[in-house]
């Protein structure tokens, strides 16, 4: 990895782990300094997976590196089976998340990412000098020191810190190398590409059929959500900023089939569970960049949250002392409301604790009930009862706090997953950055408080969203900028007139400034069908095969076109409609 000397805390904690069990399994994200790890330990025997063999240690320690892939983790598992000494196993993923592991006495020691000054040192190290190109690996690496390395590499051969996509390039170029060990060959790199731009895709969206789809997902650095696959972060970021670098217009049309894609969901039947999960992607993908950046950065938390009991009384007072002080909040005021809140529902604080158990972070998330509108009415004053009444059975937020960075969009994002999920969320608040959010998001704003109840200069204002049925819909119509229904119909009647100037003058789509006039709208049109033609999509390529081979060379009916193209008459015309949702999402997505 070309880092010097140990971390010790880890070090120490992978001795203390092998002083006690005989089989220890080093794990961590890709690049995050396994080996660099386990190199630190003497008087050991150290292989790669793809080395192991019959192999005969004695009853020495072994250390196995790289166990990543079914026939690195067939190695493995023969060498544990057969092995006298101990032995340590480094692999990408858990080994308890594997066949042949489950049930073993093992214990897990988790590698760490680097925090961002071991980072700088580390960039430093390696020649880089400049502070703008620091701060750009800093913010790609996200703490992983391969990646750094990666773009410390970049950076060296020429690329720049004002490209940013370039550097990304040449890390994604050297990501793809490494994951070849788990799944070779390269089928499956395209269909990460479409993973970090959609950030969450089921098998629809990612296309090339079922087996692509579990092979994809077997990778390390894939997880599964809620509606499907995702790429974790930092890939994540790396690999759509790449993406987009090499290719921009597939990258766009990749962000308007997804996002098209989600809406069509939203407009189906789903559960609590999986509308939460699709409003959060409609989000992340039709979102202005200050929004995206607020909610989606590619450093946030996975830590898990937990409602509260009576036990964490103290701890959420502490933080929120905290959270009154960041605002300039009156202390007295918050306690007021802190033990209101608490006596009301104490299971209303949603909190987060790091690895040592420290709360971190929370959201008071209080419902919305007979039993809790004493303790909201201080925060909504004169639009208490017309809020309260209508949107009995919802989510009133209060308080959304963190301490540390990483936690604080994930807190956020938890807030829409669980409002979207019960219907209706009510949010009070003073501060500008969580009113720029909220006016980002199209909330329906209500007004000020007669009262500034904390003190501090600044009335809380209020706002409230619905997320549920048609009034979901009107309000992702408005964050998007799409209709709440693409209009296909509008496209159908300007593609089949398209070769009769004077019939296409009647088109509707003559009011957008994308298409104003006869030429215009022609010429969008042909290049609109002609990319989903050339997409490296074979779904997408397809409809666009369709709808130029039905509209474009209007000769040919809809029987002879799915006849020549081996389709079955329900499959065309899912195909069809498709291409037409593709083409009026993208006319919208263009015109917006």
Known sequence: MGRSGPRPPQLAELEAAMATHRLVNVCGPLGVGKTHLVEQLADVIRLDAGEVGDVDAGRRCLVIDGVDGPARLAAAVATADSHRGPLVVVSRQPLFAERGWTGRNMVVVHVKPLSNNEIHDLVAESGIVDRAERELIARLAVGIPLLALAAVRALHGGASADAPGAVADHIAVE??????????????????????????????????????????????????????????????????????????????????????????????????????????????????????????????????????????????????????????????????????????????????????????????????????????????????????????????????????????????????????????????????????????????????????????????????????????????????????????????????????????????LLESPVTPSVPALRRWLRAAVAELADSADPVTAETGTILAAYYLRPSATHRQVASRLHLSRATYFRRLGHGLALVATRHAHDGG
Do not use: C
């Open 175 to 508: 990501l793809f190398e490494l994951l070849e060990r788990e799944s070779p060959g390269r089928r499956w790199q395209y269909a990460l590409r479409l993973l970090a731009t959609a950030g969450t895709a089921d098998e629809t969206v990612l296309a090339g059929g079922p087996d692509l789809f579990t092979r994809v997902s077997r990778l390390s650095v894939v997880g599964r959500g809620q509606v499907g696959l995702v790429l974790r972060e930092p890939y994540r970021g790396i690999v759509e900023l790449a993406f987009r670098w090499r290719r921009p217009e597939s990258h766009r049309n990749v962000r308007v089939r997804a996002e098209a894609h989600t809406l069509d969901r939203l407009r189906g039947p789903v559960d609590a569970g999986e509308r939460a999960a699709l409003v959060e992607q409609a989000i992340f993908l039709a979102a202005t960049p200050p929004i995206r950046s607020a909610l989606f950065p590619s450093v946030s938390s996975v830590l898990p949250i937990l409602q509260a009991t009576d036990a964490d009384a103290d701890d959420i007072a502490r933080l929120m002392r905290e959270w009154a002080h960041h605002n300039d909040f009156r202390q007295s005021s918050v306690a007021r409301m802190v033990e209101g809140w608490a006596d009301a529902d104490i299971t209303s604080y949603h909190l987060v604790r790091n690895d040592e158990g420290r709360l971190v972070g929370l959201a008071n998330l209080m419902p919305i009930t007979d039993r809790t509108a004493d303790s909201i009415d201080p925060l909504l004053q004169q639009y208490a009862d017309e809020i309260i009444g209508k949107r009995m059975g919802g989510l009133f937020l209060g308080a959304a706090f963190s301490i540390d960075p990483a936690v604080h969009p994930h807190i956020l994002r938890h807030t829409l997953r669980a409002a979207a999920s019960v219907g209706e969320l009510v949010v009070s608040t003073a501060n500008p950055e969580y009113l720029a959010l909220l006016r980002g998001l199209r909330f329906d704003p209500h007004g000020a408080l007669r009262d500034d109840v904390y003190r501090s200069g600044r009335a809380p204002e209020v706002y409230s969203n619905d997320f549920a049925a048609a009034a979901g819909q009107r309000w992702l119509a408005r964050v998007t900028g799409r209709p709440a229904e693409p209009h296909t119909d509008r496209i159908a009647f300007a593609l089949s007139r398209i070769h009769d100037a004077a019939a296409l003058a009647e088109s509707s």
